[in-house]
């Protein structure tokens, strides 16, 4: 039986290692919208009003996300709404992959078409499996230190 | 955890309760103080999506009509007469002429219809290989220097980034880059124009003179879009490029 200590600081790793992510990967989105645009234009699956939407949008979401990752605030709910993110980008990536695109997924800023040999959709899924797993830890059990959740609900420990 | 260790805990959570209640302590509370940090996720949220939207509708351009003219020669195209003039390189496939278009489109064509501004616009077509067939680029701006003598170029060229097919795809047909003309009010024999695709080398050379030009690089690359003035490259990150220009700073 592993002590829940060692598991909250598993869970506190996993929580400011997804936290970092999401606030890296929205503030690079978030500083050029129109690159923003491009790259999710170039998955080619939505229509243009909903390509803008959508670009306008991400990356503040990714920023929420991050900051109340950062904070601790609704942990769980928190990870499940990272974790339905990332499998919309997994599927995006693999659908691009699996009709023969040659894009960037543009999950950290950059994005667009690029030309067929500089492709890295292997390395992308692999990384959004990744931190798929940090946010699934956190949806399994979501105590963490340093958490404001810890502060809003009295769990009855101290 | 299997079940029985479940309803083992949860009879020793009632025996533990039954207990603080024995001896006058009120459990904590928790259906409300539990809601709390689904309510600051909430408004968070909430907060994103009315801030992310409210910037894109102010960011959206309206439609400013365009009522200057334009003449061409060779592969430029000379819009306005105002007393500022800068060169525009772009290339129809280009999806960042295409952002480019969406954000300063209506500046520039106000700037042209005040008469502030000239704009040369230099049809570049460095994306011919990422259509299939390829040569959207070339024929896309063949056709839009077919709509200046069937004078409807600036409704043409919005018309062109507007409707920007996707890089990868077909691209526009010839069928399409005529039914634009036609839909626009274009005049003389503008399908014939479109089909024969008499400005291929002129748009051949003008990208040639273009790529190589080293006043037009950026670590030794040229990309669309790019502006230059006076024959320099200016940087469009700054987003108050336009004004400065025509200030003459």
Known sequence: MIPGRVLDVVGTLARLGLAAVWLVSGVLKAIDPDQTYIAVRAYDVLSPTAVEVVAALLPWAEIALGGLLLVGVGTRVVAALSAGLLLVFIAGVAQAWARGLSIDCGCFGGGGLVDPGETAYVQELLRDTGFLVLAVWLIVRPRALFALDSRLVDTGRT | ?249
């Not at chain 2, 907060?47 to 020669?73: C, E, F, M, N, Q």
């Not at chain 2, 300063?104 to 230099?122: F, P």
């Not at chain 2, 030794?220 to 490259?233: C, L």
């Open chain 2, 1 to 249: 955890m299997g079940g029985a260790s479940r309803n083992e805990k949860k009879r020793r959570q009632e025996a533990a309760n039954q207990r603080l209640a024995a001896a006058g302590i009120r459990p904590p509370e928790k259906s409300s103080a539990s809601r709390m940090p689904l309510i600051v996720v909430a408004v968070v949220l909430a907060v994103v999506v009315v801030v992310g939207l409210t910037v894109l509708i102010s960011r959206s351009s309206g439609d400013v009509v365009p009522t200057y003219t334009a003449s061409a020669s060779g592969a430029v195209v000379t819009a306005g007469s105002g007393p500022v003039a800068i060169d525009v390189y772009e290339d129809y496939l280009c999806p960042a002429c295409e952002r480019f278009e969406q954000r300063y489109g209506d500046e520039i064509t106000t700037a042209l219809n005040d008469g502030q501004l000239t704009v040369r616009y230099h049809s570049i077509a460095i994306l011919d290989e990422r259509t299939d067939p390829p040569g959207y680029s070339t024929r896309a701006a063949n056709a839009a220097l077919c709509s200046v003598p069937a004078g409807v170029y600036p409704t043409y060229h919005k018309k062109l980034f507007d409707s920007q097919p996707a890089e990868g795809s077909a691209g526009l047909t010839d069928d399409e880059l005529v039914a634009f003309g036609t839909e626009l009010g274009a005049q003389g024999d503008f399908a014939a124009c479109v089909r024969g695709g008499a400005s291929a080398p002129a748009i051949a050379a003008e990208t040639e003179a273009a790529v190589s030009d080293p006043a037009l690089q950026t670590d030794g690359n040229f990309g669309t879009p790019t502006v230059a003035i006076d024959g320099t490259k200016i940087d469009l990150s700054n987003t108050s490029w336009l004004q400065d220009a025509i200030a003459g700073q």
